[in-house]
């Protein structure tokens, strides 16, 4: 699969059985549909997260293509932050460019030891 931003080829990586595709070249990541999901454990944060996400359509950031599908990808406020990621309209997945998934994941709640937030700072280093 390629990177919806940059089109590099992006590498698997496996989190606590879900796989990340991970862009080297400009530190972003693909989820696909379900995985967000499964980092998150706890039901309720898992839930308000998800109930947080708001489709914007005034957002003038450039649309990118869904790397599975090729539609244009929505652009969604996360959460309670000013975030802005992408999301396929057939829910293939979501795109997070460079830190925004650690901050999204902080803003569900999860605590700096949280398990998901330390495998994700391990398996990218300095990168989120």
Known sequence: MNCPVCNDPMLILELNQVEIDSCFKC????LDGGELEMLIQNETERKNLLNSFKV??????????CPACRKKMLKVKAGNTDIIIDKCPSEHGIW????ELEKI???????????????LKEIFKSRI
């Open 27 to 30: 530190g972003g990541i693909w």
């Open 56 to 65: 914007r359509n005034d957002v003038k950031e450039k649309k990118h293509k």
């Open 96 to 99: 997070f460019d460079k830190g």
């Open 105 to 119: 994941l902080h803003s569900a709640l999860l605590k700096e030891d949280d398990q998901i937030i330390i495998l």
